[in-house]
């Protein structure tokens, strides 16, 4: 009885660990969680109170006795503490037994430094991992979308999360030109806020941000679509209320989105001529939550000239990857960093 109860929940573990969401697959289970990155913690007592979905819901809203915080930035562990304790709420919500000790595999930005590969490695064993693999996120990216990547074929992917762009040229195993970028979702929610701010004297939250990009959030101006959005005025500090069009949102976003744009191109340029032909012949696939955003595929075909597709479920292709990986990790031994 007890065997098998052990059994049950015990298992090896891949985790996308995003500056946006955490998304956790589990052997022979699938994908399990699929939460924000978001912690809180008592501040008087330094314990972890909620993670992911719960602490989202406390965002903007506590009391001084709570701190509520992303502690993942531009990709990588900015409060180690708090990373810890997000992935031990997050291994707890799965039922994965304390005395099961899961290989992990983990997927990272590929501009990662050793001193920020050292972080992920030290935060998983903390989690009571028995071995700890790192993968490239555009690789598992490419993996996820069923690409064969050890054949000699070039493969531009595009993955635009929360705190980096990953751009990467992908051939025999490996990663033969990439650019990555510590610009993406965030930036876009920052440029919505800076916006309101200085054009409407409107402070508006986080939240509110992204649900502005998700909502009328554009790479190209369109029909103008209008949309009312509620804040706090700066000058009266009363509650108020104002309309913004698509348009206004779009030009906001512009600068951003062409940094995006640059980093694509300067991956190009380092491109060898064989694979630039490759990618003639199969275009660019965008994946991450950054490609969903409306128009951005059209934006990237009309500067490069290259045929742009968006991947069929582009929020879980790196850790659908990252998954296969894990179920198959000697035959991917040789891409892991």
Known sequence: ?????????????????????????????????????????????????????????????TNPNIR?????????????????????GFIKKIGISRFSRPKMVICVPSGITEVEKRAVRDSAERSNARQVFLI??????????????????????????????????????????????????????????????????????????????????????DEGTII?????????????????????????LEETIKSIVNGVKKTLEKTPPELSSDIIDRGIVLTGGGALLKGLDKLIRKETGLPVNVAEDPLRTVIKGTGKVLENIKLYTDILV
């Open 68 to 88: 509520t915080i992303r502690p993942l930035k531009d990709g990588v562990i900015a409060d180690f503490e708090m990373t810890d304790g997000m992935l031990r």
């Open 136 to 221: 490239e996120e555009p690789v598992a990216a490419a993996i996820g979308m069923g690409i064969d990547i050890s054949k000699p074929v070039g493969n531009m992917i595009i993955d635009i999360g929360g705190g980096t762009t990953e751009v990467a040229v992908i051939a025999l195993n490996g990663v033969v030109a990439k650019e990555s970028i510590r610009i993406a979702g965030d930036e876009l929610d920052s440029k919505i806020l800076n916006f309101f701010r200085k054009k409407y004297n409107l402070l508006i939250g986080e939240r509110t941000a992204e649900d502005i990009k998700k909502s009328i959030g554009s790479a190209i101006k």
């Open 1 to 61: 009885m007890w065997f098998s109860f052990f059994k049950k929940i015990s298992g090896d573990v891949a985790i996308d660990l995003g500056t946006a969401n955490t998304l956790l697959y589990v052997t022979n289970k699938g994908i399990m969680i699929n939460e924000p990155s978001i912690v809180s913690q008592s501040l008087i007592t330094k314990k972890v109170i909620a993670v992911g979905k719960e602490a989202k819901a406390m965002l903007g809203r």
């Open 228 to 252: 009312t959005v509620k804040g706090r005025n700066l000058v009266y500090g009363i509650p108020k209320t104002v309309e913004v069009s698509s348009n206004e949102i779009a030009e906001c």
